[in-house]
Nanobody
């Protein structure tokens, strides 16, 4: 059974920090590159951070230096530490395989709202 449960979102002022967590089912998590995807209001969902099974990471340009993705393979968990948040970081954040498409299963996501 596929499972994705995101948590940790909230409302924060610009410059603040949040840490997102995701628990995934083993079948989805194991040996896959995992990612955090963001859907801003009125925009398409986009991949903002990814990490492969070896721990190598990649970031979308707008979050480089501010966001850090990590994973705990023993817990099937993925995390996103977000610092120096900006209003443009507002959106619903989803975790999934890094290359997941619209046709894949998606969890509920977690809302992040950054006020100016």
């Amino acid at each position: 059974q596929v499972q994705l449960v995101e948590s940790g979102g909230g409302v924060v002022q610009a410059g603040g920090s949040l840490r997102l967590s995701c628990i995934a089912s083993r079948t989805l998590f194991s040996n896959n590159s995992m990612g955090w995807h963001r859907q801003a209001p009125g925009k398409q969902r986009e991949l903002v951070a990814m990490i492969n099974s070896a721990g190598n990471t990649g970031y979308e340009d707008s979050v480089k230096g501010r966001f850090t993705v990590s994973r705990d393979n023993a817990k099937n968990a993925v995390y996103l530490q977000m610092n120096s948040l900006k209003p443009e970081d507002t959106g619903v954040y989803y975790c999934n395989r890094a290359w997941a498409t619209k046709k894949d299963y998606w969890g509920q996501g977690t809302q992040v709202t950054v006020s100016s």
